[in-house]
């Protein structure tokens, strides 16, 4: 995949088809995650999305039946149906507030950001890329232009456990406070360093049962 083909967007009737392709539990988080139905229900945006994907050459078909997907659109397919990992950041501040989601599995990480209209953009890495490294740099980028920011990671897993990271910049690193739950977050005394951040991240949010 080129890096032009590992970025793009997919409005709301094509996340409903990639959906639409799979029965099973990653599908269905994946699917409350972007606040999209699943199952859906309504044929004509099924069909829509289809045509919308085979019109920009992101869906082909096959042998007139198997349709295919191609570039971003196959990261994000099979992100969709095949994540075990979902995290969530809320970039909040006085008066601002911005977020994406993060779909974590063996072969991709898609993130995906909320656009108009039920609309996401979508950019896909290797999954062996580091993760946290970007993490960390988004933060201190929303830091940089907002004041009083704060950074809430929330991290999914197939059996819908949650665990939960929260950032804000101070003198000479960040301020954390992690927990378990949605209501579980308790302060780290203490200030971080970027690396230390990073080893925070990974094992609060990425560590695997």
């Not at 995949?1 to 029965?23: K, P």
């Not at 196959?74 to 095949?82: E, I, M, T």
């Not at 940089?144 to 690193?173: H, M, Y």
Request: proline share 2%; charged share 20%.
């Amino acid at each position: 995949m080129t890096v032009d083909e590992s970025m793009g967007g997919f409005g709301i009737a094509e996340i409903q088809y990639m959906l639409s392709r799979f029965s099973n539990q990653a599908a269905a988080v994946g699917a409350a995650t972007l606040q999209a139905e699943y199952p859906a229900e309504n044929k004509d945006m099924l069909l829509a999305g289809a045509s919308s994907l085979l019109a920009r050459g992101l869906l082909v078909a096959e042998d007139g039946e198997t349709m295919s997907p191609k570039g971003l659109a196959a990261a994000a397919l099979f992100a969709l149906g095949n994540s075990n990992r979902w995290v969530s950041i809320a970039f909040t501040s006085e008066g601002q507030g911005a977020g994406v989601v993060y779909f974590l599995n063996k072969e991709v990480n898609l993130m995906m950001q909320g656009r108009g209209l039920g609309g996401w953009f979508a950019s896909a890495q290797q999954a062996d890329a580091d993760v946290t490294a970007s993490w960390v740099e988004m933060a201190k980028i929303f830091d940089q232009d907002n004041e009083n920011a704060a950074i809430i990671f929330t991290a999914t897993d197939e059996k819908s456990n949650l665990s939960n990271v929260a950032l804000r910049a101070r003198p000479g690193g960040w301020e954390a406070a992690a927990g378990t739950g949605a209501d579980q977050t308790v302060q780290i005394p203490g200030v971080f360093s970027d690396d230390e951040v990073r080893t925070l991240l990974t094992a609060k949010l990425l560590a695997q049962e």
